[in-house]
């Protein structure tokens, strides 16, 4: 690599650490969240301390302004160098969290995990300085490093069941950390267990202690592993996409409880995520990463009112705005992908995906400099870079205006009282309990609700891979048979489905060409020179190359595998595609070119969609009608615009106040429900949601199923409260309002009756 005198760039390593860790902090020892030892640094030593090396490498000379301070960090990995770059505008106080955000490949994880140097065995530091009280922690032997591991870095990994292990309880798990690093006895270890699993508010701390991962839902999880990363009370906390996989009511709880811990245990926290709307919640201030280096930093709300890096305008143009308006707009989208680390381009390295760039953009590399108080941009063009709002208006584009009302559209596929119950050794599992759906000709159906609410034993059930036990699922007015093996081949045509992981729907033998000519095949009585052809035109369709036809799944990312599973899908010709949360966990530029794909097809083909998700910013942004959906029956369905206006049932309402907003100006009421959902093998009696409601009325809600109240058009609410009486309460509480209360965490102000906050 050096041969190849590859443009490797150098980090800083404790002036990045310096950025979340306070002044004077001590010298401690560290915890990664499961128990296994991590080293730290101090934020003693300021950018002062490191002198910049080269380590074989290049250093640019515009890096050498009195402003930046770099030392060398090359991490050496299976696939080449992983670099990631960093600077030290001033050291953080103690409490501050500080978000990193990013495409994946930009370096993020890496950065925090060779801080602490938790590295891989085939990755190493190779050049610079991190000191630890004046002691160098590089040119230590790992037996060295352990005496010096033990308190002050807690970490909280994406996939908690990654952080525990699945053969012991939880206690136990818990209570090895405070053995180890506490010194505690085994008495203590407990007594220390059951108050973190009480002060990350987990229900019946004593039985979670006692049971084992697999028997506890995500979120619960995810308050273990918490619990584990701050058992020694960390000076500072890293957070790798610790809420990715949860749905919305769920992650809003997580994230309420880092910010309370946030402020009772006064610790720094490194937030790593690709959603910017988590941002919002979190963070104080905000670095953006890209293949390795540092785009801008600057103030939570300075970078989202004003950014100065045409990455972070970009970024920002991807998600989807909770803005439900008949008119359906495109995503801004970023063409290209991270380039590999050992093929950067000289001068900036994001220049061959900028809409800004010029002749010199390509020539040198910008240096991350202030150019702003507390605002660092990497751009030479910062100047030029637009305001979002202007940017928005002329990047996007209207893609279609939303259809005919569905009460006056044809009906495609109907659902009408549909159940799916499966026996269980104590009871009946009621999955899905009496819903009633309606998919129009070239419309788009959202659902939305909770994990475990019966979404996708829906979607299921109507293409036919779990039998329906009762109602009747109809097709253009044809009952469908309730399993795929008794349904016609023209049938089977018209309903595909693309799930919600990639890659456990495609063979991992099987090329991508091959994906998507087995329904050509087998639905189109296509031959193999007429399926190639079709096949090679849908790669196209969903913009992957003609190349990637004969390559395996495993050599793609995960967006590119999710648009093959999306062409695999569109090859049939089909009339309706069940959409399994489709673009959850991706990348939000990925995300938004997903959308766009969809929202094309659908106007090139007509295709309808039912549409799953629990991201309620991205169902409004497709959907033309949306069904809410709690403990396998509906709340509330209608047009999308009406469903996402007052009134709201009330546990529309509670989803929509969990929703973060990529905009840290508007904050919303918080609205929590108590509990998690109910069992679906004992359905609460009256309204099922009444046990979480934050409006319940009283005996009436625990003894009677309410009635389907009328709202204006196609708008229906499963409700005991009349609509006018919960437009009133709505209201009164904003659940999108400026007067919602301090982001930071001041004082909320006292729920009304009926409300929970």
Same mark, same amino acid.
């Given at each position: 690599?050096?041969?190849?005198?590859?443009?490797?760039?150098?980090?800083?390593?404790?002036?990045?650490?310096?950025?979340?860790?306070?002044?004077?902090?001590?010298?401690?020892?560290?915890?990664?969240?499961?128990? /296994?030892?991590?080293?730290?640094?101090?934020?003693? !030593?300021?950018?002062?301390?490191?002198?910049?090396?080269?380590?074989?490498?290049?250093?640019?000379?515009?890096?050498?302004?009195?402003?930046?301070?770099?030392?060398?960090?090359?991490?050496?990995?299976?696939?080449?160098?992983?670099?990631?770059?960093?600077?030290?505008?001033?050291?953080?106080?103690?409490?501050?969290?500080?978000?990193?955000?990013?495409?994946?490949?930009?370096?993020?994880?890496?950065?925090?995990?060779?801080?602490?140097?938790?590295?891989?065995?085939?990755?190493?530091? /190779?050049?610079?300085?991190?000191?630890?009280?004046?002691?160098?922690?590089?040119?230590?032997?790992?037996?060295?490093?352990?005496?010096?591991?033990?308190?002050?870095?807690?970490?909280?990994?994406?996939?908690?069941?990654?952080?525990?292990?699945?053969?012991?309880?939880?206690?136990?798990?818990?209570?090895?950390?405070?053995?180890?690093?506490?010194?505690?006895?085994?008495?203590?270890?407990?007594?220390?267990?059951?108050?973190?699993?009480?002060?990350?508010?987990?229900?019946?701390?004593?039985?979670?202690?006692?049971?084992?991962?697999?028997?506890?839902?995500?979120?619960?999880?995810?308050?273990?592993?918490?619990?584990?990363?701050?058992?020694?009370?960390?000076?500072?906390?890293?957070?790798?996409?610790?809420?990715?996989?949860?749905?919305?009511?769920?992650?809003?709880?997580?994230?309420?409880?880092?910010?309370?811990?946030?402020?009772?245990? +006064?610790?720094?926290?490194?937030?790593?995520?690709? +959603?910017?709307?988590?941002?919002?919640?979190?963070?104080?201030?905000?670095?953006?990463?890209?293949?390795?280096?540092?785009?801008?930093?600057?103030?939570?709300?300075?970078?989202?009112?004003?950014?100065?890096?045409?990455?972070?305008?970009?970024?920002?143009?991807?998600?989807?705005?909770?803005?439900?308006?008949?008119?359906?707009?495109?995503?801004?989208?970023?063409?290209?992908?991270?380039?590999?680390?050992?093929?950067?381009?000289?001068?900036?390295?994001?220049?061959?995906?900028?809409?800004?760039?010029?002749?010199?953009?390509?020539?040198?590399?910008?240096?991350?400099?202030?150019?702003?108080?507390?605002?660092?941009?990497?751009?030479?063009?910062?100047?030029?870079?637009? %305001?979002?709002?202007?940017?928005?208006?002329?990047? /996007?584009?209207?893609?279609?205006?939303?259809?005919?009302?569905?009460?006056?559209?044809?009906?495609?596929?109907?659902?009408?009282?549909?159940?799916?119950?499966?026996?269980?050794?104590?009871?009946?599992? $009621?999955?899905?309990?009496?819903?009633?759906?309606?998919?129009?000709?070239?419309?788009?159906?959202?659902?939305?609700?909770?994990?475990?609410?019966?979404?996708?034993?829906?979607?299921?059930?109507?293409?036919?891979?779990? #039998?329906?036990?009762?109602?009747?699922?109809?097709?253009?007015?044809?009952?469908?048979?309730?399993?795929?093996?008794?349904?016609?081949?023209?049938?089977?045509?018209?309903?595909?489905?693309?799930?919600?992981?990639?890659?456990?729907?495609?063979? #991992?033998?099987?090329?991508?060409?091959?994906?998507?000519?087995? %329904?050509? $095949?087998?639905?189109?009585?296509?031959?193999?020179?007429?399926?190639?052809?079709?096949?090679?035109?849908?790669?196209?369709?969903?913009?992957?190359?003609?190349?990637? !036809?004969?390559?395996?799944?495993?050599?793609?990312?995960?967006?590119?595998?999710?648009?093959?599973?999306?062409?695999?899908?569109?090859?049939?010709?089909?009339?309706?595609?069940?959409?399994?949360?489709?673009?959850?966990?991706? +990348?939000?530029?990925?995300?938004?070119?997903?959308?766009?794909?969809?929202?094309?097809?659908?106007?090139?083909?007509?295709?309808?969609?039912?549409?799953?998700?629990?991201?309620?910013?991205?169902?409004?942004?497709?959907?033309?009608?949306?069904?809410?959906?709690?403990?396998?029956?509906?709340?509330?369905?209608?047009?999308?615009?009406?469903?996402?206006?007052?009134?709201?049932?009330?546990?529309?309402?509670?989803?929509?106040?969990?929703?973060?907003? #990529?905009? #840290?100006?508007?904050?919303?009421?918080?609205?929590?429900?108590?509990?998690?959902?109910?069992?679906?093998? +004992?359905?609460?009696?009256?309204? $099922?949601?009444?046990?979480?409601?934050?409006?319940?009325?009283?005996?009436?809600?625990?003894?009677?199923?309410?009635?389907?109240?009328?709202?204006?058009?196609?708008?229906?609410?499963?409700?005991?409260?009349?609509?006018?009486?919960?437009? $009133?309460?709505?209201?009164?509480?904003?659940?999108?309002?400026?007067?919602?209360?301090?982001?930071?965490?001041?004082?909320?102000?006292?729920?009304?009756?009926?409300?929970?906050?």
């Amino acid at each position: 690599m050096v041969n190849k005198r590859l443009h490797v760039s150098i980090l800083l390593l404790a002036a990045m650490l310096a950025l979340f860790l306070p002044r004077g902090a001590r010298a401690a020892d560290a915890v990664v969240g499961d128990g /296994t030892p991590a080293s730290c640094t101090d934020a003693a !030593f300021n950018a002062a301390l490191l002198t910049a090396s080269n380590g074989g490498g290049v250093i640019y000379s515009q890096f050498q302004e009195e402003c930046l301070k770099r030392g060398g960090y090359v991490v050496i990995g299976g696939g080449g160098a992983q670099e990631v770059v960093g600077v030290d505008p001033g050291s953080g106080d103690r409490g501050e969290a500080f978000g990193l955000v990013g495409e994946s490949g930009s370096g993020k994880s890496t950065l925090a995990m060779g801080a602490i140097r938790y590295l891989a065995s085939n990755g190493r530091v /190779t050049d610079g300085s991190v000191r630890l009280n004046g002691v160098e922690l590089l040119g230590l032997s790992r037996k060295e490093l352990r005496k010096l591991w033990g308190a002050s870095i807690g970490v909280v990994y994406q996939s908690p069941l990654s952080a525990l292990n699945p053969s012991i309880p939880i206690g136990r798990q818990l209570a090895e950390v405070a053995r180890l690093h506490l010194d505690m006895d085994a008495a203590a270890a407990r007594s220390r267990v059951a108050e973190m699993l009480t002060k990350v508010a987990m229900p019946d701390p004593e039985a979670v202690m006692r049971r084992y991962p697999h028997q506890l839902s995500g979120g619960m999880l995810q308050r273990c592993v918490i619990a584990m990363a701050l058992m020694t009370n960390p000076s500072l906390l890293i957070m790798d996409e610790p809420t990715t996989a949860l749905d919305v009511t769920t992650q809003a709880v997580v994230l309420d409880l880092v910010a309370d811990l946030k402020r009772e245990f +006064d610790s720094a926290i490194l937030y790593i995520t690709h +959603d910017l709307g988590v941002i919002t919640k979190i963070c104080d201030r905000v670095g953006v990463m890209y293949a390795g280096e540092f785009m801008e930093q600057a103030a939570l709300n300075d970078l989202f009112a004003r950014p100065l890096h045409p990455y972070t305008l970009d970024l920002l143009g991807c998600v989807p705005r909770f803005d439900p308006t008949p008119e359906k707009r495109s995503l801004v989208t970023i063409p290209g992908a991270i380039p590999r680390v050992d093929e950067l381009p000289p001068g900036c390295i994001f220049a061959p995906r900028c809409e800004f760039v010029e002749e010199a953009c390509t020539r040198a590399r910008p240096p991350l400099r202030e150019v702003e108080a507390g605002h660092l941009t990497a751009c030479r063009r910062w100047e030029i870079v637009p %305001p979002p709002e202007e940017y928005l208006r002329e990047a /996007t584009e209207a893609v279609r205006t939303a259809g005919v009302a569905a009460a006056e559209a044809d009906a495609l596929v109907e659902v009408e009282g549909a159940e799916v119950h499966f026996k269980a050794p104590k009871g009946v599992i $009621r999955a899905v309990d009496g819903v009633d759906l309606r998919v129009c000709v070239g419309q788009t159906l959202g659902v939305v609700g909770e994990s475990g609410s019966g979404k996708t034993t829906v979607a299921r059930a109507i293409i036919g891979l779990t #039998p329906a036990t009762g109602g009747d699922i109809t097709l253009r007015g044809d009952s469908l048979p309730r399993t795929t093996g008794k349904r016609s081949r023209s049938t089977l045509r018209e309903i595909q489905m693309v799930f919600q992981n990639p890659d456990a729907s495609l063979n #991992p033998t099987r090329s991508v060409g091959d994906a998507i000519m087995r %329904p050509l $095949r087998l639905l189109g009585d296509m031959s193999r020179e007429e399926a190639k052809r079709r096949a090679e035109e849908l790669l196209r369709a969903v913009s992957l190359p003609v190349s990637y !036809f004969d390559r395996l799944p495993h050599e793609l990312s995960g967006g590119e595998k999710q648009r093959v599973a999306i062409a695999r899908a569109f090859a049939a010709d089909p009339d309706l595609i069940l959409c399994d949360e489709p673009i959850s966990s991706l +990348d939000v530029s990925v995300q938004g070119s997903l959308m766009n794909l969809l929202m094309q097809l659908q106007v090139e083909k007509q295709t309808s969609y039912l549409f799953i998700s629990h991201d309620l910013s991205a169902v409004q942004h497709l959907s033309d009608t949306i069904a809410v959906v709690y403990l396998g029956h509906a709340m509330e369905v209608g047009d999308a615009v009406r469903v996402l206006t007052p009134p709201f049932h009330p546990y529309t309402e509670a989803l929509l106040s969990a929703v973060p907003l #990529p905009d #840290p100006d508007v904050q919303q009421k918080p609205i929590r429900l108590g509990g998690a959902v109910p069992s679906a093998m +004992d359905v609460p009696s009256g309204c $099922r949601f009444h046990p979480r409601c934050p409006r319940f009325l009283g005996e009436i809600c625990v003894r009677e199923e309410p009635p389907w109240r009328e709202g204006e058009g196609n708008h229906r609410i499963y409700c005991h409260i009349p609509l006018d009486e919960l437009a $009133r309460l709505q209201a009164q509480t904003l659940v999108f309002g400026d007067d919602a209360g301090d982001r930071d965490g001041a004082e909320r102000e006292e729920p009304d009756d009926g409300e929970v906050a």
